[in-house]
């Protein structure tokens, strides 16, 4: 029997405002990571690591958004020690 979705409400939100950050870089709203930082009042370095959350496997995206992510799926080691290679972000992240 399938485990019922359990939303993880702060990844969920960080994976949102990463895209919109990402989206506001995108479209010219702010120049760099350091302008978008200071319009949020936020640290530059914080700001980047949320950032990395818009590289991973849309697999894993899909999965965040419908709560089916793993229990061992956390925000914290995402943003610290994301790697770019999905097939290895996949492994680091157990099955779903």
Same mark, same amino acid.
């Given at each position: 029997?399938?485990? %019922? ?8 939100? &960080?994976?949102?405002?990463? !895209? %919109?950050?990402?989206?506001? #870089?995108?479209? *010219?709203? !702010? ?5 978008? &930082? ?7 370095? !914080? ?8 590289? #991973? &496997? ?8 419908? *709560? ?11 943003? /610290? *020690? ?5 097939? /290895? ?5 157990? %099955?779903?």
């Amino acid at each position: 029997m399938p485990s %019922r979705p359990r939303i993880d409400n702060t990844l969920l939100r &960080a994976v949102v405002q990463a !895209f %919109r950050w990402k989206q506001q #870089l995108e479209s *010219g709203q !702010f120049a760099t990571i350091s302008e978008l &930082a200071e319009g949020e009042t936020l640290d530059r370095s !914080f700001v980047s690591h949320m950032l990395r959350l818009t590289l #991973l &496997a849309p697999d894993l995206i899909e999965v965040i958004l419908d *709560g089916k992510q793993p229990r061992t799926m956390e925000l914290q080691p995402l943003m /610290r *020690g994301l790697t770019v290679d999905w097939k /290895r972000q996949r492994c680091s992240n157990v %099955r779903y």
